[in-house]
């Protein structure tokens, strides 16, 4: 059988190993094959297809594709029509029946309206899925936490061997431990024959290994962002959490890894520990990636684990290549002919697609190498690079019958430096370039200068720091000013810095960002000269994050100076700190291949991708290898050569870096050379060393004995001259400040149930600008609420049991118990055990050790009660996880100011929506009081506990707004404590809080939802009403059922007909 991947009747077996060239789509087969399984398979959902891929960006991609695609799919079948010639849907028509066709077309419409239910994220998402399923926390603690915990506790164990052995570098064994805390399959090791002391390293492994127990035990209580993956782990392979795995199966039927190559021996633990090799696991593990594109070993990829697990598998390989003109595509498979990226890692050769045959290029060829004499000089890269764009815009080179552009080409850079080089010298020929990822944010000039600001800003009375600050380009007085001498000069400065200080200690980063470029003179400043649009994409950059490391509020600027520093140590290489594009004009586009993978470009060249020696910086760092078993050693597999933290690197692991650093060299050309649809030239040295590109491409190719590549030389090309933009070309226009108004008037911001009700019992009324965001809690601001008029301890329970009834009440105490109703399971089959678990693991201290059980039993048995009333005989237990949805968060859009819509005229439509007995008819004359003459504008968010699913005896759905609410109602004088919640005393609970208000606006959320993600359902209809529950009251089976039907504990309520589509039109402004 051959082994290329056929989309149309690949089965997907656990195991399957999917490798796609560069340009073969990825992407679009993981798609292909998702939609395949949920239109042939009807009792598949696409909730149990979880994909994880690497970053967030490509998560958010990769659902994007499958969404389009699954409408796209279902409407071909719906049309019965291919008119995209696309291999599934040809695959779906064929041989089906009508019948068959609409049947497969609804079930992919299923999957859409459904999508909110399908987990593709990143490998830190899914062992979050993991962690929680174990009845543990998910919450994390900040990475800052874990640095100030490995350096503590390094410090410690130190102390305490300060006696045995002489002082040893605490930083190298903080970066020690650092990583192993984060590779738990990575052992320590040293080269006995190469280190001064067998002894004294003994004793540092020791510390290590201890420091790393201590450490793991701490972290497992509050998790950090890169320990999710550990403690997933551990999971994984723990005898002590049962069901877990059983658990994942019974929900995922697919795991599918996207750029499995980039994965690591942890991460694969983990997926094999879901669904091991073999055939009656219940579910399949398909891995789809590229080993040749395995560039993130400095982000902790390891390309050896990916190699063990594919060759365990079935492997099937993408062979065509959509990205590129053929002419291209055959120039590359004759320079990579033959070629290896790393052991069991060939270079495959691709085909064009049959509509590409042709290059829509004319005039120069497809593919070059580019020689250049001495690579070693600070231009020697950067000259031949400009001078090869400068001969592009000069010559007759058509691109679709029209002349190149600036923006057509790409230069690819491994490095940040050499790309403002090459930025440097295109720029001094006239040509527009641009920048991005090359380099951090946070290392470039303007970064300094918010540093400079801060400083000032944190001691505005320090004249040496103002004058420091006026030389920057926020003020732009030069140095040598006789200003800078001048005290009331100083001391107007020194006023406007104490004045942003201010506004920064109130509003935060970003409100202090606002009131600086709203002053024209900071803007102009910053603006000023060929860099300004360059300074500024960096300037507020650099607020961007500073604002979301302070978290948006104020704060002071040592704070802002701490976050600064955090910022800094980021690596130059995150998506995070990378640098933004500075203008969206016709330029020349700089950027390192790193960022570039995934990407395609015109017209690319490949300034210096050569370079395969251990750099500078990987020599300074700890040494992660693979030992094998030629190097004799005791150990084998991935280890740390902790030799280094007494500088005695074993030979060993330097030979072993050099050979990995040479395969990625090798596997970053490939990368690089792969980006190009029309052209590609890639430069090579001629300076008598054997480079990645003499060792990996096709000698009689780079000689020049190949029709499919052309070599040259820069002395082929006449000296780069000032560029002359077209007329079609857009010149860089002069920058014109806009200066913002004297007075803005907001007309909307966003709000929430909690900011109408505060603002309410204010007593008056404001702008829409004013109305609080926040949610709320159930009982007041008090964390704690003691037995303060509640029924006498001797008032009978009126029941058998009542585990809730005497517990504290208070904010605390509701949020610990609506965190365990989000993280329950109500379904479970040990229910007991399984809730015990989780409020074990959420509920401490002094609660837990005198209401624990009280809890426990209370929750069972609030999970076990009939709903009663509108919802009849379902509890919360039969209904389970699949007709639940938990904490479902919104923003809805509200009319504008102008619209004058009020929380009062919600009042008047409810008032004229019901009958005299509705049960809210009293509630609806409340909400018409004029002090609910609160203007709605703008955004209105919110969190609904729980959205139920209950099916009518027709099998027809219906939704309820819930909300868990652990209000105390039992008062004084009561004969019994259940009593306390009847229907009337929950009304009036309901009332005197305004839930009722909270459940309409919930409602509307809702209605907005069904009507945008399942508009084939009359959401009017589907929504009955709300059931909230006070979980106190909620005793199990025995819970007392009033004359009409409705459950002491529980409070339904059922909409009038088109009450819903009434109030959303009311948000939207209908009618006013």
Known sequence: MSDVLNLRDQSLDNGLFIEASAGTGKTYSVAALVVRELALNDDLSISQILVTTFTRNAAAELRDRVRRR?????????????????????????????????????????????????????????????????????SMAGEEVQGRLIAEVVNDALVAQAHLAPTLPEKKIIEVVTQLIGEPLTQTWFDASEVSSVALLQRIDD???????????????????????????????????????????????????????????????????????????????????????????????????????????????????????????????????????????????????KDKKNSELTGISPVEILNIPDPSGPAAVAGPTAQRVSAYLRSNVLLGGERIHPSDVVVLVRSGWQGQLIERELRELNIPAVSSGTASVMESETAEHWRVLLLALERFADAGRVRHVVGTPIFGVPLSSPALLDDEFIGSIQETLAEWAGVLRRHGVAALTSTMMSDPGTILSLSAGLSGERRLTDFSHVADLLNAETNGVGCSATDVLDAFTRLVEIDSSSEVVSRRVESDSSAVQIMTIHVSKGLEFPLVIVADSWKDEISTNQKKKLPIIRLQKDDAQPLQGRVADIGYVTGEVSPISLRR?????????????????????????????????????????????????????????????????????????????????????????????????????????????????????????????????????????????????????????GAHIGKILHTVYEHVDPSHTDLANHVSAIVRRHVSGALLTEHGQNIIDGIVLSLSTPLGGAVGVHSLASLGLKNRVAEMSFEMSLAHLSSGVKASDIGRLLKNSLSQDDLLSSYAETLCDPSFDIPLAGLINGSIDALLRVETVEGIPRFFISDYKSNRLDRDGDISMIEAYSTDRMLHEMEHHHYPLQALIYGAAVYRFLRWRAPQIDANEAIAGFAYMFIRGMVGETTPVDALGNRNGVLTWTAPVGFWSSLSDLFAGGGK
């Open 657 to 809: 870096l050099q050979e990995e650093a040479s395969e990625e060299s090798s596997r970053i050309l490939y990368v690089a050379a792969t980006r190009a649809k029309h052209h590609v030239c890639i430069l090579r040295p001629l300076d008598g060393k054997i480079s990645v590109i003499d060792s990996r491409m096709n000698a009689s190719a780079l000689a020049g004995e190949s029709e499919s590549v052309t070599v040259l030389s820069v002395t082929d090309f006449p000296t780069a001259v000032q560029y002359v933009p077209t007329r079609k070309e857009t010149k860089q226009e002069e920058m014109l400040v806009a200066v913002s108004p004297s007075a803005v008037t907001q007309t909307y911001r966003r709000t929430s149930f909690t900011g109408i009700t505060e603002l309410q019992k204010g007593g008056s009324v404001v702008g829409a600008a004013r109305v609080d965001s926040r949610s709320g809690t159930e009982e007041g601001e008090r964390l704690f609420v003691r037995s303060v008029g509640y029924a006498s301890n001797k008032a009978p329970l009126g029941v058998n049991q009542m585990p809730l009834a005497r517990i504290p009440g």
């Open 70 to 138: 699954l409408v796209k799919t279902a409407e071909s079948l719906r049309k019965n029509s291919n008119e995209e010639d696309d291999v599934i849907v040809e695959y779906l028509l064929e041989d089906c029946s009508d019948a068959e066709r609409i049947a497969r077309s609804h079930r992919l419409m299923r999957a859409v309206v459904e999508f909110d239910t399908a987990t593709i994220a990143t490998i830190h998402s899914v062992c979050s899925k993991i962690i929680s399923l174990s009845a543990e926390s998910t």
């Open 207 to 353: 510390v290590i290994k201890q420091c790393v127990l201590k450490i793991e035990e701490e972290l497992r209580q509050a998790p950090t962002f890169d320990y999710l993956i550990r403690r997933a782990f551990q999971v994984i392979n723990s005898s002590e959490v049962d069901g877990v795995l059983a658990e994942f199966r019974r929900r995922y039927r697919y795991l599918i890894v996207d750029e499995a190559q980039d994965t690591d021996s942890q991460q694969w633990e983990i997926f094999r520990g879901i669904f091991p090799m073999g055939d009656n696991v219940g579910g399949a593990l398909i891995a789809v990636g590229d080993p040749k594109q395995s560039i993130y070993k400095f982000r902790g990829a390891d390309i050896d684990a990916y190699r063990v697990e594919r060759d365990k598998g079935l492997t099937r390989t993408l062979r065509t290549n959509y990205r590129s003109d053929s002419p291209v595509i055959q120039g590359l498979n004759v320079l990579f002919e033959g070629s290896q990226f790393g052991e069991g890692i060939p270079y495959v050769a691709v085909d064009a697609p």
